[in-house]
């Protein structure tokens, strides 16, 4: 192994640039890019979804993601319901002005998963989705 090859500073290095690109999105005007990052997460789920799936998909302590839903529920992109089966579950549903965003949304995520993997190999790839699984799995 290369002496300056660490692991740590190339991830590092990644995600700072992904965010600068995510900050820079068309969406930009109207919310900031973590918001656009949780709105894009939240368009693409197919199951319900509570603050806990925000923490655990965002890396988020539960103070910072109360104060990101807040900010999101204020701006009324998201709507916080209660679930009846539990009081303290509050179900997070996006709200019309959200979906009007959904197709520039998935379009600068689509191009910029486009833009990161272009000239990789499937298999490249696959090898990608083991190796980061287990560096997270090492880090938890």
């Known amino acids: 192994m290369h002496h300056d090859q660490h692991a740590a500073r190339y991830v590092s290095k990644l995600s700072n640039k992904l965010r600068r690109r995510i900050d820079a999105f068309s969406t930009r005007g109207q919310m900031s890019g973590s918001q656009g990052r949780v709105l894009h997460f939240l368009l693409a789920q197919r199951d319900e979804v509570y603050q806990k799936d925000i923490e655990d998909e965002f890396s988020l302590r539960p103070s910072t993601a109360t104060e990101l839903l807040k900010k999101m529920e204020r701006d009324g992109l998201i709507r916080r319901e209660a679930v009846s089966r539990d009081a303290r579950l509050k179900r997070i549903v996006v709200t019309d002005k959200?979906?009007?965003y959904r197709q520039a949304v998935m379009a600068d995520i689509l191009g910029l998963e486009g833009e990161l993997t272009r000239g990789i190999a499937p298999e490249d790839m696959d090898v990608f989705f083991r190796v980061m699984e287990q560096m997270?799995?090492?880090m938890r």
Do not use: E, I, M
């Open 136 to 138: 997270l799995d090492n």
């Open 98 to 100: 959200a979906l009007a």
